[in-house]
């Protein structure tokens, strides 16, 4: 796999430098593994390659694995790589997860302020942003046809026996969170679960060959 960090921020490429999708445990390459194939089907066969994550709320797992999906797809140099979410149900980008972010390298700009802000998400100088905010899996700004569909809590995949449109389901699901917000370990899982992701992904597109 061609590596073609040089697009990436240095902090992002710097951050993925340090990874270690060596250490994964089997029982989660095994649940890896089938987003691995249908990757490598779509690059073997010079497919555009449409991911949709999705969650309940669409404001903290699904996010982080759609942003560091992208970045990985860039860093491996993978083409046609087009990352969404959604969720079974609209709400807001949790703002810590834009904290961890930044904190990661990621330049981020609010472009609309609301209940449900839109954010400007940038990984690379010369690559577009990506747009962040809560909608459901079905909105108008996400495919609607040929793209897998990864269920990143257990809550959605358990709503979502079919989603409608995706040619595959895959459920890869990370604990929430959510479930430390208020307290003083915040910030330290917020930015645990997003390693957790970043790493989980790194080992994915590290494993497709162009």
Same mark, same amino acid.
């Given at each position: 796999? =061609?590596?073609?960090?040089?697009?990436?921020?240095?902090?992002?490429?710097?951050?993925?430098?340090?990874?270690?999708?060596?250490?994964?445990?089997?029982?989660?390459?095994?649940?890896?593994?089938?987003?691995?194939?249908?990757?490598? #089907?779509?690059?073997?066969?010079?497919?555009?390659?449409?991911? %949709?994550?999705?969650?309940?709320?669409?404001?903290?797992?699904?996010?982080?694995?759609?942003?560091?999906?992208?970045?990985?797809?860039?860093?491996?140099?993978?083409?046609?790589?087009?990352?969404?979410?959604?969720?079974?149900?609209? =709400?807001?980008?949790?703002?810590?997860?834009?904290?961890?972010?930044? %904190?990661?390298?990621?330049?981020?700009?609010?472009?609309?302020?609301?209940? %449900?802000?839109?954010?400007?998400?940038?990984?690379?100088?010369?690559?577009?942003?990506?747009?962040?905010?809560?909608?459901?899996?079905?909105?108008?700004?996400?495919?609607? =046809?040929?793209?897998? /569909?990864?269920?990143?809590?257990?809550?959605?995949? #358990?709503?979502?026996?079919?989603?409608?449109?995706?040619?595959?389901?895959?459920?890869?699901?990370? #604990?929430?969170?959510?479930?430390?917000?208020?307290?003083?370990?915040?910030?330290?899982?917020?930015? #645990?679960?997003?390693?957790?992701? /970043?790493?989980?992904?790194?080992?994915?597109?590290?494993?497709?060959?162009?």
């Amino acid at each position: 796999m =061609t590596i073609n960090s040089a697009v990436l921020f240095p902090e992002i490429e710097n951050l993925i430098k340090t990874l270690n999708p060596q250490y994964i445990p089997e029982e989660r390459k095994v649940i890896l593994n089938p987003l691995i194939a249908v990757l490598q #089907e779509k690059v073997s066969n010079g497919q555009e390659i449409k991911i %949709n994550f999705i969650c309940t709320h669409n404001s903290r797992r699904s996010h982080l694995s759609q942003i560091w999906a992208q970045t990985m797809a860039s860093y491996f140099n993978i083409k046609g790589v087009f990352s969404y979410s959604g969720g079974t149900e609209a =709400t807001a980008l949790f703002p810590m997860v834009i904290e961890t972010l930044k %904190n990661s390298g990621f330049q981020i700009h609010v472009l609309s302020e609301s209940k %449900n802000p839109i954010y400007s998400i940038k990984y690379a100088k010369n690559e577009h942003p990506i747009i962040g905010f809560s909608k459901k899996l079905d909105d108008d700004f996400n495919p609607k =046809t040929n793209f897998v /569909a990864i269920m990143t809590c257990d809550s959605a995949n #358990e709503a979502c026996p079919m989603v409608l449109g995706a040619e595959k389901r895959i459920p890869i699901t990370f #604990e929430d969170p959510k479930v430390f917000d208020n307290t003083p370990q915040q910030a330290q899982k917020y930015a #645990e679960r997003s390693l957790q992701i /970043a790493t989980e992904l790194c080992y994915v597109f590290s494993q497709i060959k162009s």
